[in-house]
């Protein structure tokens, strides 16, 4: 199947379930959830990253508009588990991560335009003088349990607009990826 049908059949939202064959497996759809293909398996990414680190906070000052929300929908975690941003193509959506240098857990909810194309997280912080101290930092994260790319996919998708180039490049890199991972496969 050409790769821009398969992507067009991967992102319609139909009402109903339906199967996405592959060679070597199967994907199944449905209703707006995606499943992981077996060729993005935690063994084959790797356990610990350098990444440049940020800080931002929950108010308007750190997210704009989105205060308080996370680009799944839902509330900035603070707890044992915090939100992170990243570019969704280089960490996706649920990655989890220990940052090594302070011990603390993160798990990648958000996205920004300033992560894009960049080897960066966004750690979120409860207040404003946590985000000022933070700084900017160079870290290790131990990645505890990789995001799933096909998820990150079908939600960006549906956020392209001319607006939001960083949306844009996003989805263009992971079908970038994931077509490499279907071509490898036929």
């Keep these: 199947m050409a790769r821009g049908v398969l ?12 199967l996405l064959f592959r060679l070597g497996g199967v994907v199944l759809v ?3 959830t995606t499943a992981c293909s077996s060729l993005n398996s935690s063994e084959a990414q790797p356990k610990t990253v350098q990444v440049v680190a940020t800080a931002y906070g929950s108010g308007a000052k ?3 508009k ?6 799944l929908g839902g509330t900035l975690k603070a707890g044992e588990v915090h ?3 990243a570019d969704w193509s280089r960490f996706p959506a649920g990655t989890k991560f220990r940052v090594q240098e302070t011990g603390q857990l993160y798990e990648v909810d958000d996205y920004g335009s300033a992560m894009v194309g960049r080897d960066k997280v966004d ?3 409860t207040d404003y003088r946590q985000v000022r101290r933070w ?6 994260l131990e990645i505890l349990e990789w995001g799933c790319p096909q998820k990150s996919l079908a939600i960006l998708r549906p956020r392209v607009s001319s607006r939001f180039t960083h949306v844009r490049r996003m989805v263009e ?3 970038s990826k994931l077509g490499d991972e279907i071509d490898e496969t036929s």
């Design 7 to 18: 992507l067009r059949l991967m992102f319609m939202k139909p009402l109903f379930t339906r």
């Design 30 to 32: 449905a209703s707006g």
């Design 62 to 64: 750190c997210n704009g």
């Design 66 to 71: 989105w205060a308080n929300r996370n680009a």
């Design 83 to 85: 939100s992170a941003a």
């Design 123 to 125: 750690l979120f912080k």
């Design 135 to 140: 700084g900017v930092r160079d870290v290790t």
């Design 173 to 175: 890199d992971l079908e």
